[in-house]
T-cell receptor, first 117, second 111 residues
Framework: NAGVTQTPKFQVLKTGQSMTLQCAQD?????MSWYRQDPGMGLRLIHY???????DQGEVPNGYNVSRSTTEDFPLRLLSAAPSQTSVYFC????????????????FGPGTRLTVL | QQQVKQSPQSLIVQKGGISIINCAYE??????FPWYQQFPGKGPALLIA?????SEKKEGRFTISFNKSAKQFSLHIMDSQPGDSATYFC??????????FGTGTRLKVLA
C-alpha cells in the first residue's frame, strides 16, 4: 500500500492564481481531511469528508473548496491564491471508528509546501 | 480560537532523561486524545492515544496521563533518546472526525 499520497510536493503561485492539491489514499478509508500547518499554529483543519459525496468545513475553510467523488481521492482547490495561504498542507485519512485501541488513527501524507507570492 | 493549549513550545532534554509535554483543553465534549510525532519534512504520525475514561496509557517508553477533572493531559517520554528529537502535537477529537491540534512542542534530546 502506498498509504496517503500528495502531489505536488512543492508549489509556487502568484497571487490570484488557482490550483488543486491532490490527495489519494489506497486504504479504503472513509474519512479524509485537509490541514494546514503554520509555524506556531499547529495543524488547523480546513475541510473534511466522512465519505464519498459528503464534505464539511473545519476551522479555516475560507478560500478553499473540496469535493469527494470517490473514496480514494480528496482534492483541495484554491480558487484565488493569497499570500496568507502560504503554508504546508497535509492530507490525512482514517478508517471508520471501531473498538480498537488505536481507533480512528489518522494517517497523514507527506505534505505539500505552497508559497504564494 | 485555540481550544487545545500545549506547552512548552520547545524542550531540551539530556539523553536518558524524561520529557514531559502538557496540554489543556476546554471542550468537555472531546472524546479522544491522540499524540502525534512529526520529523522534519514528514507528515505527523500517531504515537499514542487515550480515551477520557482512562487515566493513563503506556506504550513502551511513552505514557499519556489524563486528568479529566482538570481537563489536562500530558505525554511523558521515559529514557529519552536522540531519535526522539521531533515535534510533538497533542490533539482532541470533537464529533465524529473533527480534530483540534495543539501548537506543537519541538523536542531536542542531547546525546
Amino acid at each position: 500500500n502506498a498509504g496517503v499520497t500528495q502531489t505536488p510536493k512543492f508549489q509556487v503561485l502568484k497571487t490570484g492564481q488557482s490550483m488543486t492539491l491532490q490527495c489519494a489514499q489506497d486504504m479504503n478509508h472513509e474519512y479524509m481531511s485537509w490541514y494546514r500547518q503554520d509555524p506556531g499554529m499547529g495543524l488547523r483543519l480546513i475541510h473534511y469528508s466522512v465519505g464519498a459525496g459528503i464534505t464539511d468545513q473545519g476551522e479555516v475553510p475560507n478560500g478553499y473548496n473540496v469535493s469527494r467523488s470517490t473514496t480514494e481521492d480528496f482534492p483541495l482547490r484554491l480558487l484565488s491564491a493569497a499570500p496568507s495561504q502560504t503554508s504546508v498542507y497535509f492530507c490525512a485519512s482514517s478508517p471508520r471508528a471501531s473498538g480498537r485501541e488505536r481507533y480512528n488513527e489518522q494517517f497523514f501524507g507527506p505534505g505539500t509546501r505552497l508559497t504564494v507570492l | 480560537q485555540q481550544q487545545v493549549k500545549q506547552s512548552p513550545q520547545s524542550l531540551i532534554v539530556q539523553k536518558g532523561g524524561i520529557s514531559i509535554i502538557n496540554c489543556a483543553y476546554e471542550n468537555t465534549a472531546f472524546d479522544y486524545f491522540p499524540w502525534y510525532q512529526q520529523f522534519p519534512g514528514k507528515g505527523p504520525a500517531l504515537l499514542i492515544a487515550i480515551r477520557p475514561d482512562v487515566s493513563e496509557k503506556k506504550e513502551g517508553r511513552f505514557t499519556i496521563s489524563f486528568n479529566k477533572s482538570a481537563k489536562q493531559f500530558s505525554l511523558h517520554i521515559m529514557d529519552s533518546q536522540p531519535g526522539d528529537s521531533a515535534t510533538y502535537f497533542c490533539a482532541a477529537r470533537s464529533g465524529t472526525y473533527k480534530y483540534i491540534f495543539g501548537t506543537g512542542t519541538r523536542l531536542k534530546v542531547l546525546a
